[in-house]
């Protein structure tokens, strides 16, 4: 690494600092400096001045993420505050626990009522998407094993099947998961379990509990998927490369707040993507191509966020 542009930005600032008639850019990285980016607007702006200020390869650098952090500040990261009464479900939510005995019968009754009245208006709110808007109503059936090998819950519109196992003998007992690839599959957005982490995160941090992902164990099993990638391919490489994007978003609720989640997330609904998915990207993830293609250009464009893997089209 070249501290280069870090001492280029260094040396302009002290320049700055003594100038006693000070030139418009040096007057502005002052002014940046004494005060630090306060909203992302802001931030982006001082990063893009920073930017346009080093050659291109500088702009890679840890020496120049070093300078835009002493002089812009940390990226400002935005937890969306939630109102005290989100609206109501604005449809029905029914469930089918007749294969179960019926003991299990109350414990229905609550699993159902919480997500229809405490998950999914938050879901709602975080997703922009209203469920009425494609069913009539959402069906839970709660079975007493797999609904599919492999599978403790399966989603197929507004028709949800869980384990029992994964449903209502939780020790919390409602339901986020499924209930956002129900979603998913009525808005168009980028399932594959790209948002969960992220999304899942949100929900439990709105309810008072740990973020279900934390930051950690995401980036370790991040890079150690990214490691992987170089000896992978076909459906293989697929999944590592989805699983690498579903980590980088957990990791994402972390570092750009919960409103860049939600905003994110709805860039993939009827995605307009600026430039054409490359080669590697129609590869690995089809016709899912576009709406990463959304997603990774909208991280760049507004967050100044990229990271590379090469194997995955990134
Ligand atoms: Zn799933």
Redesign the pocket.
Known sequence: MKPKAFLIITAILLLSATASVLDPTAKYLSEAYAQKSKTLKEWVICREKLEAMVDKEDIKTPGFEAAVLQICGKRPVKMAKTGPDLPKADLPFKIDCSKLDSARQSVCKSYIAKTRDEIYPHLREITGTSLSNCYDAVYYKIVPSSPRAGAG?L?NRNRITYDQRYSVDLDHPYDV??LL?SISQCNGALDE?IF?GAIMNAVFVRLGRKPAYDKDSSSENKNRLIKAVETSGGSDLHNKCRAILSEQMAILYFDLGEEAIQKLYRSTISPHPVSQPNKQLVNVWGPSAARVQALLEILKREYKYSFSVPGCGY
């Open positions: 819950g989603t998961h499924e690839h379990h969960h």
